[in-house]
Structure formats: structure tokens, C-alpha cells
């Protein structure tokens, strides 16, 4: 099986099409955790959060691309409640009280959506613009994942220019570097912090959305992928754009590769991986120079 050539494309699209969530969760985590130092475990939460208020939109509309615009926006306004509520008031609060304080969080989203939801696995139709399957690069791969690695990358080069080539970008680049420099020279570092934590939100829910016709959408699914998301902020260092895609498509194509070719050690693959580079490189491949 693995000398035909169709296994190792099927494979790479696999792996690509997980590193694609992977990035737009990984990518808000790791930019709050560089701009505002601040630990958010619920990270994952959104994320779940994202795909029940999918599902909901896409029932009640009967559109798929009800879910794809409302979810990012609900879980937006999700996180804007959060940060005048709690994150602003966490920041200084040290990383210990933070963790602590977003851990508690990931079990109060656990039981409003059990309120909300149920505890069914839940699920979500394809859009029929993507529906079905493509003949690709000689083999025949679900339109839907292909849609996925579009819009990965759609994002990717968005926050490339959107950081490389705007002022918000400077801006938000010199608030990772040096934030106190940064609100000497009369930037409102803390509508930035702001600004940066809203758009991180709205990437997970994003995330979550894109993520459930694929994925069984259930309580826990925040949890399941909070790890992962974690380790690829840890391999591609806090704050870095680079380092995001970097990491995700490391931990993808770890996590993809190994389960089918070594299932035995694909649940240590990850850890290694995180534990070489940590060994190698302590701050991660690409950390911001903050």
C-alpha cells in the first residue's frame, strides 16, 4: 500500500487539511499569548463553540453559509464579553491565576453546551458548492477537505499582508516586540490587545464552523483539540505568524503520517516532536522577538 503513489497524496492532503484547522485556531492562541502574555486555555472552547453555533445557523437558515458567517461574528461577541469580564482584569494577574482562571472556564463552556446541545454528537451537510468528490492530482479526494486547505491558506496570506503591509500590523508587530516602547511612542497598546483578541476569537469560531462537517461536533471537541493547538504554539514560538503554520504543519503531518504508518507511537509522535525542538530550539522555531 504505501509503494502506490496515490496513498502518500491521499496522506499529504490528509495532513494538510488537519494542519489548516490547526493554523486557524493556532494562529489567534499564539498572537494573544505573544501580544497580551496572557495564558487562554478556553482557546479550545471557542473553537467548540464556533461549531454548535455552525450547526444551529445551518438548521435554522438551512445554509451552510449561515454557519460560515455567523460563527466567527457569535464567537467574536463571545470573546468581547470575556475580555471586558475577565481578560482584562487577568492580565497582570500572573500566568499561574491565568491558567487556573481559563481551565475553570473550559468546564463552565462544558456544561453550556450540554445545556444548549445536548450530549448527542451533533453534525453538519457539506455545502452543495463543495459536495462530492474531485479527480486531483490523479486520485479522487472529498471537495469539502480541498475547500479546507483553500481557506487556510486564504487566511495565511491574509494576516501576511495584514501584518507585513498595514499599519495595524506594524502595530500589533511592535506591540509583541516591545509593548512598553511601543505605548511610549503614543500607541494604544491596550485597543490592540483588544483588537488582536476579538480577531483570535473570531478565527476559532471560524475554525469550528469550517471544522464540523468533517468532525463529529460534541462537547468535548474543544478539549480534544486544546492540546494539539498548544503544542503547535510551543514548536512555532509565541507571537509568530511563521512559527503558526510552521507548527501546524509539523503536528499535522506528524499526527496524520503517524497514525497510518507507526499507529503504535503516532501517541507519542507529537510529544517527541515538541521535545526535540524544545531541546534544539527553547523558544520555538520562529518566536517573535519580543
Keep these: 500500500m504505501t509503494a502506490d503513489a496515490s496513498f502518500w497524496i491521499v496522506q499529504t492532503l490528509n495532513a494538510l487539511q488537519l494542519s489548516m484547522l490547526l493554523f486557524l485556531l493556532s494562529v489567534g492562541l499564539t498572537v494573544i499569548f505573544g501580544l497580551l502574555h496572557f495564558v487562554n486555555l478556553a482557546h479550545g472552547s471557542l473553537y467548540a463553540l464556533g461549531a454548535f453555533v455552525g450547526v444551529s445557523a445551518s438548521a435554522f437558515a438551512g445554509s451552510y453559509w449561515a454557519a460560515f458567517a455567523v460563527a466567527p461574528v457569535a464567537v467574536a461577541l463571545v470573546g468581547i464579553v470575556l475580555y471586558v469580564a475577565l481578560i482584562r482584569r487577568m492580565r497582570n494577574a500572573g500566568p499561574m491565576n491565568q491558567v487556573l482562571v481559563t481551565f475553570g472556564l473550559i468546564f463552565v463552556f462544558l456544561d453550556l453546551f450540554r445545556l444548549g446541545w445536548g450530549d448527542i454528537p451533533l453534525g453538519m451537510a457539506e455545502p452543495d458548492l463543495f459536495s462530492g468528490r474531485t ?142 525542538v524544545l531541546i534544539l530550539r527553547p523558544a520555538g522555531l520562529f518566536p517573535a522577538r519580543g
Design 135 to 276: 479527480e486531483f492530482l490523479g486520485i479522487v479526494y472529498p471537495t469539502y477537505r480541498l475547500f479546507i486547505i483553500g481557506l487556510g491558506l486564504v487566511v495565511l496570506a491574509a494576516l501576511s499582508l495584514l501584518l507585513s503591509r498595514t499599519q495595524l500590523g506594524a502595530i500589533v508587530r511592535a506591540g509583541v516586540d516591545n509593548g512598553d516602547m511601543a505605548a511610549c511612542l503614543g500607541i494604544n497598546v491596550e485597543r490592540v490587545f483588544f483588537v488582536v483578541f476579538c480577531l483570535g476569537c473570531a478565527l476559532a469560531g471560524l475554525a469550528g464552523a469550517v471544522a464540523a462537517p468533517v468532525l463529529s461536533v460534541t462537547t468535548d471537541m474543544g478539549t480534544a483539540i486544546l492540546i494539539p493547538t498548544l503544542v503547535v504554539v510551543v514548536i512555532g514560538g509565541l507571537g509568530s505568524l511563521r512559527g503558526a503554520i510552521a507548527g501546524s504543519l509539523l503536528i499535522g503531518f506528524v499526527q496524520t503520517f503517524g497514525a497510518v504508518l507507526a499507529p503504535q507511537a503516532a501517541a507519542v509522535a507529537v510529544y517527541a516532536l515538541l521535545a526535540v
